[in-house]
């Protein structure tokens, strides 16, 4: 295991090119396990994420054929095993895509309950299990595994108004229903990008799925997929978290290979702080000269103030002027980052789902541990803004979804390094 080291308090300046969207590639990859053929995947992030949803697929029979650093070819024809083991999926949130995929191909899944972040309150999955159960899938919870068997062999297709907008459970139900049989409709449904993204990954493999990207996702199901090759978006926040820690750094950054319109959310409230961000084709530079002003935040699902971005920008408010407050209404509470930063000196009180941040002049370096993914990106974000030497430990939750994390803020100028640690530490940060 690693820890981060930071030498923080200087603005960042130069280019950083945006990886494959984490989200995006963990729905795409089960989702490959339903091609009959060869799907090739391109720009995917190289994240350890991805390497155990590869190694899942792969522990289920199918071929993986790395290509480069970020293209692999899976060939999931010879898989005939529909069991995930505890071991695997509870490293990994996405692993509960394998239910839909498999589900969907093989008319039965037997999946352990996931695991990933734990952002201090419960992660239900009672939409997703309406889902299978409305396609005609019988479902039992029996010993932290999620048995769902098709009870005529295959899904039908139904209409389905999810009582909650939920990523996760449109993303299953999409995947589920693309091989069923009749048409299934979706309703109040997750437009964030990877939504699309992984509708638009089906279709090219000839699923027939419209609408994604709008409240209402139509899926007519067909008898199989074919391979093809696919590439996958730009991840919209870990383009946000370099912008956000430009907002409290300082400088100039060209954030390059992004799609601009997905970060509208984000632009936005960086423009309301008094951040300069200008469009340039499929980059955006973004500059801060002057102060960082205040602002209030509250997350909501896309294409609202995205809640993954929440702790990066609750860095940057640490050191605007005055007095900031961010509502958090996606997740019960997501503020466990905020007894690390009062470490550092920020003045951030939190109440609930509501944290208020009184802005100071500066944060002071200190030994800090990720105890998230976003929350880990936010400590490096407040670490490169305090003035002296922050250690990060923790950081394989940051290694979940950053690709080359070190490298990309080092080439901005910033000072980071990564050193090995002591069994005794990296002990201290799984606890
Ligand atoms: C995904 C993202 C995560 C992000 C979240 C919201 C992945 C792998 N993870 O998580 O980074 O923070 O979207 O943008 O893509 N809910 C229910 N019942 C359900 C499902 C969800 O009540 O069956 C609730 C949750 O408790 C939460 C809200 O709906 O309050 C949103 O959850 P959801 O969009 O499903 O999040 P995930 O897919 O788990």
Redesign the pocket.
């Known amino acids: 295991m690693k820890k981060y080291i930071v030498e923080g308090g200087n603005p960042l300046f130069g280019e950083v090119h945006i990886s494959g969207a984490?989200?995006a590639a963990?729905?795409i990859i089960p989702a490959a396990l339903m091609v009959d053929g060869v799907c090739r995947i391109e720009n995917i992030p190289q994240i350890s994420?991805v390497s155990l949803l590869l190694s899942i697929l792969q522990d289920l029979g199918a071929h993986i054929r790395s290509i480069n650093k970020n293209t692999v070819e899976i060939d999931a024809r010879a898989i005939r095993n529909s069991q995930v083991p505890y071991d695997s999926a509870r490293r990994?949130?996405?692993s509960?895509?394998m239910i839909g995929s498999l589900l969907g191909r093989f008319g039965f899944a037997d999946v352990a309950l996931p695991g990933?972040?734990d952002?201090g309150?419960?992660?239900?999955?009672?939409?997703?299990?309406?889902g299978f159960k409305a396609l005609g899938a019988e479902v039992e919870v029996q010993g932290g595994f999620i048995k769902a068997t098709a009870t005529k062999g295959r899904l039908s297709g139904a209409n389905i108004f999810?009582?909650?907008?939920?990523?996760?459970?449109?993303?299953n139900i999409m995947l589920s229903a693309a091989l069923s049989e009749g048409l299934t409709v979706l309703e109040n449904v997750?437009k964030?990008p990877?939504i699309v993204d992984v509708a638009n990954f089906l279709n090219s493999m000839g699923a027939d799925i419209k609408g994604a990207g709008t409240d209402v996702i139509k899926i007519r199901g067909v008898d199989s997929l074919h391979g093809g090759t696919y590439s996958i978006i730009p991840d919209q926040?870990e383009a946000g978290t370099y912008m956000a820690a430009l907002a409290a750094c300082g400088g100039q950054i060209k954030v390059c290979n992004i799609i601009p319109k997905h970060m509208d959310c984000i632009t936005a409230k960086l423009l309301e702080m008094g951040v300069e961000v200008e469009e340039i084709d499929d980059s955006l530079l973004v500059r801060r000269i002057g102060p960082l002003g205040k602002a209030n935040i509250k997350t909501m699902?896309?294409p609202g103030f995205?809640?993954?971005m929440q702790p990066q920008f609750a860095a940057a408010l640490c050191v605007a002027q005055g007095t900031s407050i961010i509502t958090e209404s996606?997740?019960?509470s997501?503020f466990r980052y905020a007894d690390e930063f009062k470490r550092m000196g920020a003045q951030i009180q939190v109440n609930e789902n509501l944290a208020i941040i009184e802005g100071v002049d500066h944060l002071t370096g200190a030994q800090l541990q990720a105890c998230d993914?976003?929350a880990g990106a936010a400590m490096i974000i407040a670490a490169l803004s305090a003035y002296g030497r922050s250690e990060i430990i923790g950081v394989q939750y940051i290694e979940r979804g950053y690709e080359d994390v070190i490298e990309k803020f080092r080439k901005l100028g910033a000072s980071i390094t990564a050193e090995e640690v002591a069994d005794e530490e990296a002990a201290l940060s799984a606890g």
């Open positions: 984490k989200n963990v729905a994420d990994c949130r996405a509960y895509y990933g972040c952002f309150g419960t992660r239900p999955i009672d939409q997703h299990l309406k999810f009582d909650k907008v939920s990523v996760g459970a449109t993303i997750a964030e990877h926040i699902p896309y995205p809640t993954d996606v997740w019960s997501r993914l976003r």
